[in-house]
């Protein structure tokens, strides 16, 4: 009811609202995240063990120490008495660094940082590692399980992370499984990501099956002879090809919450490398023809030399008739064929070729517009 000065009258300002309620506001992102892959909620799976599995996978882990097999290098140690390829015995996990991490896909890191855990150690010798000095030198610092839980803890409650990272553990999955049932009993409730090259034996992945949520594995290269070279590693993509479909498996394609953090499924990564565009094609085409076209994929361009590439060696052969010592000795550039950044072309041609057979579910991390790409 209007007054003469077009304003509402006394009488009307009077009129109580009884009627109207109004709901609490709750932020919702279902843009973009396709129906098949949005969940209402999420409890971790190490939740829904029961008392009888969870003292069965204790009893598994300290199994495998006893006669390591944790990974294809099929070592057989005792690691209570000696070590393996990794070097790292059995009662304790080396750790470099422990903290609050904002450097994963944006899904993974959300708002608050992935809660890392960077294990020392690694069953493959990537000579292009731009972690070698963690994982190659195994500095850091050693925590038994129950501590490594009681960090958990503490990124939960202090950190306030979304997630427990948990980045090259294919070495100490038994201490990693122990530590997250020790973590579970304190009261542990965000989900746990195995960060992996999927240099992993099927028996350490059948330990994790129930304790990991979020496989996040590396797809590195196609052929033997680029892995026997480069990874130090004979065997590489067969057993890359069975964890990553165990894997999946497991976890089934990345699922998410409506505020757009990943909760559940396989997240992969492959770094594409400089010359290696068509290997990169072909993990393309096997992860959609053998995995999933629903694969959630990362293709990583942040490529480039480290670790042993590039370094310069000096070769000597046999001096020759009437040649001097010197010009028997020169300086060599280790690697040198990858010796350099990736180019725009080869990125290029490993992302078209993963459109080409099917896949269609990218991770596009330099998206300007929006907190996360879904």
């Given at each position: 009811?209007?007054?003469?000065?077009?304003?509402?009258?006394?009488?009307?300002?009077?009129?109580?609202?009884?009627?109207?309620?109004?709901?609490?506001?709750?932020?919702?992102?279902?843009?973009?995240?396709?129906?098949?892959?949005?969940?209402?909620?999420?409890?971790?799976?190490?939740?829904?063990?029961?008392?009888?599995?969870?003292?069965k996978k204790r009893s598994l882990a300290y199994a495998h120490l006893r006669e390591c097999n944790?990974?294809?290098?099929?070592?057989?140690?005792?690691?209570?008495?000696?070590?393996?390829?990794?070097?790292?015995?059995?009662?304790?996990?080396?750790?470099?660094?422990?903290?609050?991490?904002?450097?994963?896909?944006?899904?993974?890191?959300?708002?608050?940082?992935?809660?890392?855990?960077?294990?020392?150690g690694c069953n493959l010798r990537c000579v292009f590692c731009q972690n070698h000095d963690i994982?190659?030198?195994?500095?850091?610092?050693?925590?038994?399980?129950?501590?490594?839980?009681?960090?958990?803890?503490?990124?939960?409650?202090?950190?306030?992370?979304?997630?427990?990272?948990?980045?090259?553990?294919?070495?100490?999955?038994?201490?990693?499984?122990?530590?997250?049932?020790?973590?579970?009993?304190?009261?542990?409730?965000?989900?746990?990501?195995?960060?992996?090259?999927?240099?992993?034996?099927?028996?350490?992945?059948?330990?994790?099956?129930?304790?990991?949520?979020?496989?996040?594995?590396?797809?590195?290269?196609?052929?033997?002879?680029?892995?026997?070279?480069?990874?130090?590693?004979?065997?590489?993509?067969?057993?890359?090809?069975?964890?990553?479909?165990?894997?999946?498996?497991?976890?089934?394609?990345?699922?998410?919450?409506?505020?757009?953090?990943?909760?559940?499924?396989?997240?992969?990564?492959?770094?594409?490398?400089?010359?290696?565009?068509?290997?990169?094609?072909?993990?393309?085409?096997?992860?959609?023809?053998?995995?999933?076209?629903?694969?959630?994929?990362?293709?990583?361009?942040?490529?480039h030399p480290d670790a042993h590439v590039g370094k310069k060696r000096r070769v000597t052969r046999?001096?020759?008739?009437?040649?001097?010592?010197?010009?028997?000795?020169?300086?060599?550039?280790?690697?040198?064929?990858?010796?350099?950044?990736?180019?725009?072309?080869?990125?290029?041609?490993?992302?078209?070729?993963?459109?080409?057979?099917?896949?269609?579910?990218?991770?596009?991390?330099?998206?300007?517009?929006?907190?996360?790409?879904?």
């Amino acid at each position: 009811m209007m007054n003469t000065f077009g304003q509402p009258s006394r009488r009307a300002l009077a009129i109580p609202c009884r009627h109207i309620s109004f709901a609490p506001f709750v932020p919702k992102r279902f843009i973009g995240i396709p129906s098949a892959f949005l969940l209402d909620d999420y409890l971790p799976r190490y939740n829904l063990l029961t008392s009888v599995d969870a003292s069965k996978k204790r009893s598994l882990a300290y199994a495998h120490l006893r006669e390591c097999n944790l990974c294809p290098r099929q070592c057989g140690v005792n690691r209570y008495e000696t070590t393996g390829m990794c070097l790292i015995g059995a009662t304790s996990a080396k750790v470099n660094v422990i903290a609050p991490h904002r450097g994963e896909e944006p899904c993974i890191q959300g708002f608050h940082g992935s809660g890392s855990v960077f294990f020392s150690g690694c069953n493959l010798r990537c000579v292009f590692c731009q972690n070698h000095d963690i994982a190659h030198q195994r500095n850091g610092f050693d925590l038994t399980p129950e501590e490594l839980a009681e960090w958990y803890i503490k990124l939960q409650q202090i950190g306030n992370v979304h997630n427990i990272n948990l980045v090259t553990p294919e070495h100490v999955v038994p201490q990693v499984a122990l530590s997250i049932l020790t973590a579970r009993d304190m009261g542990l409730r965000i989900p746990i990501i195995y960060n992996t090259s999927s240099f992993d034996s099927l028996d350490s992945l059948k330990l994790l099956d129930g304790l990991v949520d979020i496989y996040l594995p590396d797809f590195k290269v196609w052929r033997s002879s680029t892995s026997k070279r480069l990874l130090k590693a004979d065997n590489y993509t067969e057993t890359a090809m069975e964890s990553i479909k165990e894997m999946h498996r497991q976890v089934g394609d990345l699922s998410f919450t409506s505020d757009g953090i990943a909760k559940k499924g396989v997240l992969l990564r492959h770094l594409v490398m400089p010359g290696k565009e068509d290997e990169g094609r072909e993990i393309m085409r096997w992860l959609a023809e053998n995995v999933s076209r629903d694969l959630y994929v990362h293709i990583m361009d942040q490529y480039h030399p480290d670790a042993h590439v590039g370094k310069k060696r000096r070769v000597t052969r046999r001096v020759r008739m009437g040649e001097s010592e010197s010009d028997a000795s020169k300086e060599e550039v280790r690697y040198a064929e990858i010796n350099r950044a990736v180019r725009d072309e080869e990125l290029g041609s490993v992302r078209d070729a993963a459109v080409k057979a099917g896949l269609w579910r990218f991770c596009e991390v330099n998206e300007q517009n929006s907190a996360f790409h879904l």
